[in-house]
């Protein structure tokens, strides 16, 4: 049922009809241009080389989906409560709004050698350079959600004596959430990214390491086939948060998923 709701039944064709009419046009360019498959592989050839790669190519892909959704998870366990103290105090706002903007500013691959130079070699470098990659859209969309309530309904509820914390639980939180799940869809796509920075920089695992690997090696086949499941693996991912935005906030219809 909630997949429905996710996408209606004719957006979801649409888009599969699109998918499936790139990979058409791209396989007729390669097979009829004659494209070098180093240059440029067609999807069979794509196919084909995570066929062969069954057995390497599932265990790089664990790694680095357990790394996004550890830095992911994270990003989310230190951007809310961030959220929640910039929104309830205007000097932890300016205090804290510009070292988020100057932090964000700050390429993640830049950020990445340091990372490994502080934390280490391996997973717990990769987590951390998720997190912290996917940790803006987070602190930025809660809070915008959690001021978003009107002053009128705050006054209504300090006139009732509602204590803060239930006049959070009741009003503030269920307006910010829409925006927390906005944030979280971006963000977890945003850690799939992260993670695969943190393995191009630190690491002997996982489809950043395999990319690089193939690249180095001039295997573009095995490159395009680790791009390929990323890609499905960021998919996958952003639809399981808008499934869970749908059982949580059954009133909020993102306008990005209405029926067709």
């Not at 429905?4 to 046009?25: C, Q």
């Not at 691959?109 to 070699?121: K, M, Q, T």
């Not at 295997?219 to 399981?240: C, H, K, P, Q, R």
Request: glycine letters at 8%; hydrophobic letters at 55%.
């Amino acid at each position: 049922m909630f997949g429905k709701k996710v996408l209606g039944d004719g957006s979801t064709m649409m888009s599969v009809v699109a998918i499936i009419g790139l990979l058409v046009v791209w396989e007729a360019i390669c097979r009829f241009a004659k494209v070098p498959d180093w240059l440029l592989p067609a999807p069979t050839v794509i196919g084909k080389a995570i066929w062969l790669n069954r057995a390497s190519l599932p265990g790089h892909f664990a790694t680095t989906l357990f790394a996004s959704l550890s830095g992911f998870a994270l990003a989310v366990a230190v951007g809310v409560p961030l959220a929640v103290i910039i929104t309830s105090s205007k000097v932890a706002r300016n205090i804290l709004y510009p070292l988020f903007l100057i932090f964000e500013s700050v390429p993640k691959v830049a950020l990445a050698p340091l990372i490994l130079l502080w934390v280490g070699y391996g997973m717990p470098s990769k987590v951390l350079v998720a997190a912290v990659t996917a940790f803006f859209p987070i602190v930025i969309n809660t809070s915008a959600g959690l001021a978003s309530v009107s002053e009128e309904m705050l006054q209504l509820s300090r006139s009732y004596g509602a204590p803060m914390l239930r006049t959070f639980i009741k009003i503030r939180l269920p307006f910010a959430m829409p925006y927390l799940f906005g944030g979280m869809k971006v963000a977890m796509t945003l850690a799939v990214i992260g993670a695969v920075v943190g393995e191009f920089v630190g690491s002997d695992t996982g489809l950043g390491f395999v990319i690089l690997t193939a690249s180095s090696t001039m295997n573009t086949d095995l490159v395009f086939s680790a791009m390929t499941l990323l890609s499905i693996m960021g998919v996958a991912l952003f639809y399981a948060i808008a499934l869970l935005e749908r059982g949580i906030c059954p009133w909020y219809q993102p306008v990005d998923q209405h029926e067709a």
